[in-house]
């Protein structure tokens, strides 16, 4: 393994979005609910930190390659959390 951690974050906002990730991280999490996780550790980044940006680039890593979420998919995700929240 290249990292320790299983998650990683990068940027102005890493060490807010460390919290949530160390906080809410599980092995068995779903890709789904690994996005939400990933989404909510940059929605507290960005709350907190003032020099986090705005944009979101999401990438699934896998043992088989990445794929990029499209802005479709991320907005369905977001959405479908923030309405079971």
């Given amino acids: ?7 990683i974050a990068t940027g102005s906002g ?7 990730l160390e906080n809410n991280y599980r092995d068995d999490l779903t890709e789904p609910e690994a996005i939400k996780l990933a989404f909510k ?4 980044a ?3 930190n003032p020099y986090t940006g705005s944009g979101i680039d999401a990438v699934i890593i896998s043992r088989d390659g990445y794929r990029r ?4 998919e991320l907005l369905k995700i977001v959405n479908k959390d923030e309405v079971n929240n």
Avoid: V
């Fill in 46 to 48: 960005i709350e907190r």
């Fill in 41 to 44: 550790a940059l929605r507290s």
């Fill in 14 to 20: 890493s060490q807010i979005a460390y919290g949530t």
């Fill in 69 to 72: 979420l499209n802005d479709t």
């Fill in 1 to 7: 393994d290249l990292i320790e951690d299983k998650f």
